[in-house]
C-alpha cells in the first residue's frame, strides 16, 4: 500500500540580528520599524504559511567588551510586535520566544492569553531558558541556575502557565446581560500553585481564549531539551536539516513520545533553513557563494573564532591559518550573551574537529567559519529547491522547515512566488488554510473546553 504523502509546514523567521542577514545588500530594509515585519509576515501569509517566527534577545551581546555589530539596530520587544502584526494579518501563526527563566507565570500566560484572543486564536510560544549571568544582570538574577535546574524551572514554569489558561472553564460561565456583570460558580479564573519556583495564588484575570492556551515551541538540542519538547511541546525547532542528521533526530526525538502517552502526530519537527534561489542550479550555487562571503566577512569570520577560543584574535589574519594555540576553557570572556559559546560544550574537541577539517581542505580562518557556521540550505532553481525539501519531509527527516531569508523584508517574496505554487503542485503544500486557529493550521488536536463567550468583543476574531 503506498504511503500517503505527509503535507509540509512552513514558517517565515523575521531574520532580526542574527549572521543570515546580508546588511549590504540595497534591497535590505530596517529591523526594527514595523513596515519590515508587517512586509514579511503579510508575504508569509500570502503563500500560506503556518506561522510567523520572532526570536528574541534579552541583553545586547559584547564582544571584547563592545557592543557586537548585529546587535547596534536593538531588540524590540516581542510581545508588541506579535500583537500588532495580528491587526495586519487574518490567518498566519504568531510565534514568540519568551524567556521562563527571567519571567514570570502570571504576567506570561496574561500576555499570551491576550495575544491568542487579539489574534483569534494564533498564538505561539516559544519556551526557552537563559543560562548565563550576563543577561541575568539586566533582571539581578544571573547565573543562578545551572542547567538541568534552568529546565526543571521551565517544567514547572509551562506547568504553572497552563494551569492559568485552564482556570477560566466556558461552560461555568453565565452571562446576567440586564445586569451587566458575569456569574461563576465557582469564580473564574482561580488558581493557587506552590512549588520550590513559585508560591502563588490568585484569580487569572484573562478570560479563556480560542485555543486554550498557545501552541507550545521547544528550541533545545540537549538532552534535557530533547525530553522537555517531548514532554510538553507541539513542536520542536532543530539545526538537524540534512537528511542523516534529520532522520536521526526525528527518530530519536519521537520516539520519546510514547513514555508521556503521546503520539508520533503530536510532536512536529521544523529545522530552521536558509535558502538561495536562481534560474539555474549553477547561478543559483555562484549566488550562494556570494551570499555566505557578505555574511562572513573577515571581521566576522574572527569574532566567530573568538567566541570558540575564548580569546583575543583581533591580530590573526582571517585570511590565514588557524591558532597553534587552543582554547581557553575557562569563564567565557570574550563573547558575552552570545548562544553560539554553550553551544561548544568541549571547545577542545570542537578546535581539534576544525584543525582537522582546516587541513583537510586547506581552509583558512574565513572558509573554515563559512562552512561550519551555515545552516541547512536550500539552494537552486525553484523546482530544485521544491524537490530537496519535499524529499526530505517524506523521508520523515523533518515535518517542514523554518525559513530564514538573507534579504529583510522582501527576501521571502521569491520563494512565495515560485516555490510555494510547485509545492502545492505535488499535493504536499495548502491552497487554503484548513482552520481559523494556528492549533488547526498545524494539525494538532484541539484542547479540552472551549473560549468563554465575553460579550465585549475583546476577540479579534468576534469583532
Known sequence: MTKPLKQIHLAAHFPGVNNTTVWSDPRAGSHIEFSSFAHLARTAERAKFDFFFLAEGLRLREQRGRIYDLDVVGRPDTFTVLAAL?????????????????????????????????????????????????????????????????????????????????????????????????????RPGRFSHHDAHFDISGQFDVPRSPQGRPVIFQAGDSDEGREFAASSADAIFSRHGTLADGQAFYADVKGRLARYGRTPDQLLILPAATFVLADTDAEAADLAHDVRLQQVSGATAIAFLEQLWNRDLSGYDPDGPLPEIDPDVGEHTIARGRASVRMHRDPLATARDWRAKAAAENLSIRELIVAVTGRQSFIGSASTVAADIDKLVQADASDGFILVPHITPGGLDEFADKVVPLLQERGVFRTEYEGSTLRANLGLEPLPGKAVPVQSGFSRAAS
Do not use: M
Not at 166 to 185: P, T, Y
Open 86 to 186: 495580528a491587526a495586519v494579518t487574518d490567518h498566519l501563526g504568531l510565534a514568540g520566544t519568551i524567556n521562563s527563566t527571567f519571567n514570570e507565570p502570571y504576567e506570561v500566560a496574561r500576555q499570551f492569553a491576550t495575544l491568542d484572543h487579539l489574534s483569534g486564536g494564533r498564538a505561539a510560544w516559544n519556551v526557552v531558558t537563559s543560562w548565563d549571568a550576563f543577561t541575568g544582570e539586566n533582571f539581578r538574577r544571573g547565573g543562578f541556575l545551572p542547567q538541568e535546574a534552568r529546565y526543571e524551572r521551565a517544567r514547572t514554569f509551562l506547568r504553572t502557565a497552563c494551569e492559568l489558561f485552564d482556570s477560566w472553564h466556558g461552560d461555568e460561565i453565565a452571562a446576567d446581560k440586564q445586569a451587566g456583570v458575569f456569574l461563576a460558580d465557582p
